[in-house]
């Protein structure tokens, strides 16, 4: 196959560590299976984020309406905000995908051993976006992030790059 002449090099994706976030969920809501398979709410309780450029909590009233597919992944679909530590509220948002192998999903399902699951194992990855209007943070509106999850005791954790 030719590759087409209009296609040109471009810089390699480099990143740059935004923040690593915790987030304390709720007891998870099974909304039941539909057309696309099992809805599940995980609602968000609260939560902490720092990284070089800003810090502070999550705000508890944020979830992800996470859809398990019949094929065993999960797309997630989260809406979350976040308060920095001097006040301003930053919405975020992402999709992602939690893949876990077959052989996996028995430990993963099992609360005394799903934590201690190397995260290495099974592959969660998002793509969070932000909208703010504090002037501090406005920067944060033009910027694209991909994160990679995994399980804490009473919630997710994910550590997130911005795309630079």
């Known amino acids: 196959m030719t590759v087409d002449p209009r296609v040109k090099p471009v810089a390699a994706i480099r990143t740059a560590s ?14 039941g299976d539909g057309p696309l398979g099992r809805r599940i709410l995980f609602g968000t309780a609260g939560g902490t984020f720092e990284g070089p450029k800003l810090r502070g909590e999550v ?13 065993g992944a999960m ?8 308060r920095t530590h001097d006040g301003a509220l930053v919405h975020m948002t992402y999709g992602g995908r939690w893949i876990t192998p077959p052989e996996l999903r028995s430990e993963m399902a099992d609360p005394a051993k799903r934590y201690q699951v190397d995260p290495s194992r099974y592959y969660f990855r998002t793509n969070p976006l932000f909208e703010t209007g504090a002037e501090q943070y406005a920067w944060m509106n033009d910027i694209v992030c991909v994160g ?10 994910y550590n997130v790059c911005q795309i630079v």
Request: charged share 20%.
């Open 148 to 157: 990679s999850g995994y399980l804490v005791e009473g919630g997710i954790a």
């Open 59 to 71: 705000v508890p009233g944020g979830g992800d309406w996470a859809l398990f597919r019949t094929d």
């Open 75 to 82: 797309s997630l679909d989260v809406r979350l905000t976040l």
């Open 18 to 31: 935004l923040f690593d976030i915790v987030v304390d969920l709720n007891p998870k809501l099974n909304i």
